[in-house]
């Protein structure tokens, strides 16, 4: 904490910073009352998120998980080079923790983020897919298995320094999109159950841009200045491919590159390198720009074709996640839906199916829709779900 | 977090003694290099003499065997490679100070209890000609169990094995004598035992040759090199005084830790102290709540003020699967769910008691999930 007497400006930096967040984090009564465990990446949107709910006066537990080896996951393996220390991510976690005067933990998830986000990453890129392994790292990790620590430790709530706004519903927690479009992370979100988010907290979601690093500077916090993380954790910039052939050695065969009727254009060396929508890094002259439209796994192809190719009308979701009281009506709904983490929503009917899956028709065909990532629906600002854009083409 | 805590984490380290605070302290101010001649040197050299006996007599040894180091950690290492021995037998359960040293070494398994296998030791013995070095610790840290150390002298007397002793947890716990049990090395740690941290000792039976590994300087007869840490030192020999003086209190600690056992057994279905009917430190007992992570608990404990430990801490704070409870072939759901509480010349009923009532209210709050947990992991 900072220093005695101090509580007096935390308290108007907090007013100030946040003033919903004693609204937001919906727990009655006094909050030095509410155990919240808050899930510290060692970044600064975790140590901000901490820091609120410390000034405001929870009881707050930081615990943050140690995923990888962050030796092993990005040089190839070496005899005897197992560490048990970790990187500077949990390092930084501590500190903020110790300057904001809170316990601190760290939970040995490696095992587990390997078999449930790491490996099924590896498998979804040999599958021709393009996986986003942070929903699966949400859904499996953080939002199972932290969250039922946090529930061990006798906690009423967990929070992440995700962007996002949690509201209460006339029928349960409701999850609106950040206020900061450029920050908005509901995409990541989209699989937590209406479960789960009984017990979710998302402190940061309201605030804007530089608010964060304006609240870990006024709270003394080292991380302050850290530049925010790139991407993947466990893949170190550009090398996702590494990643992936050293999970499942032999995942990388070279194959060939065909234009949509099958011609043969020329060779890649692993259809994992390619991602629906690509364009550079083809080695391929043509007298107009050619796009990766499919990855075929079974043949190793990498099929190519003119930017008008890429388009779709329709997609099939699997696994849908609906966080609406009535379910998904077979007959259609209107929504908004987000197939990439960087591309704003779309328009598009959405059918609920038997199967737990969905057909999606949009507005105007999309380009670019690449199997393994998120669907993601929204209702204006509202997470209203999403769903896994399925390889079977949609009938 | 609570602001007062009740520590049953003895195992990890003892809080320091009042002697070795007070000795401590009163050295921190003395001048002197114990090495030099003048009489400056000659003072600080008597400090580290009397440290000397104190520690020598805490073992049953001879002030001369003992050779001052900077803990238990570089004692393991000084025996482990100081004999020249290249042929290594260890016991599975040694500390990974000793484990680490020689990767290599061939492993002597133990029985369910934690007991070495001596079959296996006389087998592995007279398996090659070239003359062995075997490790086997007094005491083990994460269950307490106590070695038949004598009787493993005795099989590698047969092979003229040395026998290297670690006795970081048992000493100050239980008696030790160095010539009844008859190893050749033994260490010994000066923070397990109500000492400050940062001292250790090694002991070598006369007759025993070990080089030094920390070389230059000449110190302790040439078997480790570097001015003597004579605060540490001293410190060290005033807690193993107060320690061998403690030795029927530590020993009547068995009597907590066992009721404290029923207590738990009684009060929470299906926890159990593992190795129990083995003999075992009077202070240590290892204890498991199936369904609730090893990690898990000693999270909760501390934040309801109670200090125990989980498997081997590793600095970064994590915790990994015991090798000791995998060596006994205690099942994952059990071993990954054992803590050990460790307690000490500290501790009160007290304590127990907040450490009891802490640990039913965790098991009470997880409750059905708890069995439901056990059964999707059986």
Same mark, same amino acid.
């Given at each position: 904490?900072?220093?005695?007497?101090?509580?007096?400006?935390?308290?108007? +930096?907090?007013?100030?910073?946040?003033?919903?967040?004693?609204?937001?984090?919906?727990?009655?009564?006094?909050?030095?009352?509410?155990?919240?465990?808050?899930?510290?990446?060692?970044?600064?949107?975790?140590?901000?998120?901490?820091?609120?709910?410390?000034?405001?006066?929870?009881?707050?537990?930081?615990?943050?998980?140690?995923?990888?080896?962050?030796?092993?996951?990005?040089?190839?393996?070496?005899?005897?080079?197992?560490?048990?220390?970790?990187?500077?991510?949990?390092?930084?976690?501590?500190?903020?923790?110790?300057?904001?005067?809170?316990?601190?933990?760290?939970?040995?998830?490696?095992?587990?983020?390997?078999?449930?986000?790491?490996?099924?990453?590896?498998?979804?890129?040999?599958?021709?897919?393009?996986?986003?392994?942070?929903?699966?790292?949400?859904?499996?990790?953080?939002?199972?298995?932290?969250?039922?620590?946090? @529930?061990?430790?006798?906690?009423?709530?967990?929070?992440?320094?995700?962007? *996002?706004?949690?509201?209460?519903?006339?029928?349960?927690?409701? +999850?609106?999109?950040?206020?900061?479009?450029?920050?908005?992370?509901?995409?990541?979100?989209?699989?937590?159950?209406?479960?789960?988010?009984?017990?979710?907290?998302?402190?940061?979601?309201?605030?804007?841009?530089?608010?964060?690093?304006?609240?870990?500077?006024?709270?003394?916090?080292?991380?302050?200045?850290?530049?925010?993380?790139?991407?993947?954790?466990?893949?170190?910039?550009?090398?996702?491919?590494? *990643? +992936?052939?050293?999970?499942?050695?032999?995942?990388?065969?070279?194959?060939?590159?065909?234009?949509?009727?099958?011609?043969?254009?020329?060779?890649?060396?692993?259809?994992?390198?390619?991602?629906?929508?690509?364009?550079?890094?083809?080695?391929?002259?043509?007298?107009?720009?050619?796009?990766?439209?499919?990855?075929?796994?079974?043949?190793?192809?990498?099929?190519?074709?003119?930017?008008?190719?890429?388009?779709?009308? @329709?997609?099939?979701?699997?696994?849908?996640?609906?966080?609406?009281?009535?379910?998904?009506?077979?007959?259609?709904?209107?929504?908004?839906?987000?197939?990439?983490?960087?591309?704003?929503?779309?328009?598009?009917? *959405?059918?609920?199916?038997?199967?737990?899956?969905?057909?999606?028709?949009?507005?105007?065909?999309?380009?670019?829709?690449?199997?393994?990532?998120?669907?993601?629906?929204?209702?204006?600002?509202?997470?209203?779900?999403?769903?896994?854009?399925?390889?079977?083409?949609?009938? | 977090?609570?602001?007062?805590?009740?520590?049953?984490?003895?195992?990890?380290?003892?809080?320091?003694?009042?002697?070795?605070?007070?000795?401590?302290?009163?050295?921190?101010?003395?001048?002197?290099?114990?090495?030099?001649?003048?009489?400056?040197?000659?003072? #600080?050299?008597?400090?580290?003499?009397?440290?000397?006996?104190?520690?020598?007599?805490?073992?049953?040894?001879?002030?001369?065997?003992?050779?001052?180091?900077?803990?238990?950690?570089?004692?393991?290492?000084?025996?482990?490679?100081?004999?020249?021995?290249?042929?290594?037998?260890?016991?599975?359960?040694?500390?990974?100070?000793?484990?680490?040293?020689?990767?290599?070494?061939?492993?002597?398994?133990?029985?369910?209890?934690?007991?070495?296998?001596?079959?296996?030791?006389?087998?592995?013995? =007279?398996?090659?000609?070239?003359?062995?070095?075997?490790?086997?610790?007094?005491?083990?840290?994460?269950?307490?169990?106590?070695?038949?150390?004598?009787?493993?002298?005795?099989?590698?007397?047969?092979?003229?094995?040395?026998?290297?002793?670690?006795?970081?947890?048992?000493?100050?716990?239980?008696?030790?004598?160095?010539?009844?049990?008859?190893?050749?090395?033994?260490?010994?740690?000066?923070?397990?035992?109500?000492?400050?941290?940062?001292?250790? =000792?090694?002991?070598?039976?006369?007759?025993?040759?070990? !080089?030094?590994?920390?070389? $230059?300087?000449?110190?302790?007869?040439?078997?480790? $090199?570097?001015?003597?840490?004579?605060?540490?030192?001293?410190?060290?020999?005033? =807690?193993?005084?107060?320690?061998?003086?403690?030795?029927?209190?530590?020993?009547?600690?068995?009597?907590?830790?066992?009721?404290?056992?029923?207590?738990?057994? !009684?009060?929470?279905?299906?926890?159990?102290?593992?190795?129990?009917?083995?003999?075992?430190?009077?202070?240590?007992?290892?204890?498991?709540?199936?369904?609730?992570?090893?990690?898990?608990?000693?999270?909760?404990?501390?934040?309801?003020?109670?200090?125990?430990?989980?498997?081997? #801490?590793?600095?970064?704070?994590?915790?990994?699967?015991?090798?000791?409870?995998? #060596?006994?072939?205690?099942?994952?759901?059990?071993?990954?769910?054992?803590?050990?509480?460790?307690?000490?010349?500290?501790?009160?009923?007290?304590?127990?008691?907040?450490?009891?009532?802490?640990?039913?209210?965790?098991?009470?709050?997880?409750?059905?999930?708890?069995? =439901?947990?056990?059964?999707?992991?059986?």
């Amino acid at each position: 904490m900072p220093g005695d007497g101090d509580m007096d400006s935390m308290n108007r +930096v907090l007013a100030d910073l946040d003033p919903t967040l004693a609204a937001d984090m919906a727990l009655p009564g006094r909050p030095q009352d509410h155990r919240v465990v808050v899930a510290m990446s060692g970044g600064v949107d975790s140590a901000a998120t901490a820091a609120l709910l410390v000034a405001a006066g929870y009881d707050v537990v930081g615990i943050t998980l140690q995923l990888y080896d962050h030796g092993a996951a990005t040089e190839s393996a070496k005899a005897g080079g197992k560490t048990c220390c970790a990187g500077q991510d949990i390092y930084d976690a501590r500190r903020v923790a110790e300057t904001l005067g809170i316990p601190h933990y760290v939970l040995d998830y490696e095992h587990r983020f390997r078999t449930q986000v790491m490996e099924p990453f590896a498998d979804a890129y040999r599958a021709g897919e393009t996986p986003v392994p942070c929903v699966l790292c949400n859904q499996t990790v953080k939002f199972r298995d932290l969250l039922e620590t946090a @529930r061990d430790l006798g906690a009423d709530a967990l929070a992440t320094g995700h962007y *996002v706004r949690r509201r209460q519903g006339e029928h349960g927690p409701m +999850v609106l999109r950040g206020t900061d479009e450029g920050r908005d992370q509901s995409y990541f979100l989209f699989a937590t159950t209406r479960d789960q988010l009984e017990l979710l907290r998302f402190p940061l979601g309201g605030l804007a841009k530089d608010a964060t690093r304006r609240i870990a500077a006024r709270f003394g916090l080292a991380v302050s200045a850290k530049a925010d993380s790139q991407d993947i954790c466990f893949v170190p910039t550009g090398g996702y491919a590494r *990643v +992936v052939e050293r999970l499942r050695p032999g995942a990388l065969e070279p194959g060939e590159i065909v234009d949509l009727d099958g011609r043969v254009l020329g060779r890649h060396d692993g259809i994992a390198h390619f991602t629906i929508g690509q364009r550079r890094g083809l080695g391929i002259a043509a007298g107009h720009p050619l796009y990766v439209v499919r990855l075929d796994p079974v043949r190793r192809q990498v099929v190519v074709g003119p930017e008008h190719a890429l388009k779709t009308p @329709r997609l099939r979701l699997r696994g849908v996640n609906w966080l609406a009281n009535d379910p998904l009506p077979p007959a259609g709904v209107r929504l908004d839906i987000k197939v990439r983490s960087t591309r704003p929503a779309t328009p598009a009917t *959405v059918f609920g199916r038997s199967d737990g899956g969905a057909e999606v028709v949009f507005d105007t065909p999309q380009p670019g829709i690449a199997p393994g990532q998120a669907g993601v629906l929204y209702q204006g600002e509202r997470l209203m779900g999403g769903g896994w854009i399925s390889r079977d083409d949609a009938d | 977090m609570t602001d007062t805590i009740a520590y049953l984490d003895h195992n990890a380290t003892a809080p320091v003694r009042p002697e070795a605070v007070a000795a401590v302290a009163e050295v921190l101010s003395l001048i002197g290099n114990p090495s030099s001649v003048h009489r400056a040197g000659r003072a #600080a050299r008597s400090r580290l003499e009397r440290a000397r006996d104190q520690v020598a007599a805490l073992v049953g040894a001879s002030p001369s065997d003992v050779v001052f180091t900077s803990g238990g950690s570089e004692a393991n290492m000084l025996a482990m490679v100081g004999t020249g021995r290249t042929r290594i037998l260890v016991s599975a359960v040694e500390h990974a100070s000793v484990l680490e040293v020689v990767p290599e070494a061939a492993r002597i398994p133990v029985d369910s209890n934690g007991i070495i296998d001596l079959a296996a030791l006389e087998a592995l013995l =007279a398996s090659d000609t070239r003359p062995a070095l075997v490790a086997v610790m007094l005491a083990n840290n994460e269950t307490g169990v106590i070695q038949p150390v004598r009787d493993v002298v005795a099989v590698a007397n047969r092979y003229d094995a040395l026998v290297h002793c670690d006795a970081v947890q048992a000493a100050g716990k239980i008696p030790v004598d160095l010539a009844s049990l008859g190893v050749h090395l033994m260490s010994v740690s000066a923070h397990k035992l109500g000492g400050p941290a940062g001292a250790g =000792a090694l002991i070598i039976r006369p007759g025993v040759t070990v !080089a030094a590994v920390q070389r $230059g300087g000449g110190q302790e007869r040439g078997r480790r $090199g570097g001015t003597e840490n004579l605060p540490g030192i001293v410190g060290f020999g005033a =807690a193993a005084e107060a320690a061998l003086a403690g030795l029927p209190a530590a020993g009547a600690l068995a009597l907590q830790r066992d009721r404290l056992e029923r207590r738990l057994e !009684a009060e929470v279905p299906g926890c159990r102290p593992i190795a129990a009917s083995a003999p075992r430190l009077p202070n240590t007992t290892c204890i498991s709540l199936p369904g609730v992570a090893s990690e898990v608990q000693v999270m909760a404990l501390d934040l309801a003020g109670v200090c125990v430990s989980a498997g081997a #801490a590793c600095s970064s704070g994590k915790t990994g699967r015991s090798h000791v409870l995998k #060596a006994m072939a205690v099942h994952p759901v059990i071993a990954d769910a054992a803590i050990r509480v460790s307690l000490g010349w500290t501790t009160t009923e007290g304590d127990i008691n907040r450490f009891v009532t802490a640990w039913c209210a965790l098991a009470a709050r997880i409750g059905p999930r708890r069995q =439901a947990r056990v059964a999707s992991a059986a």
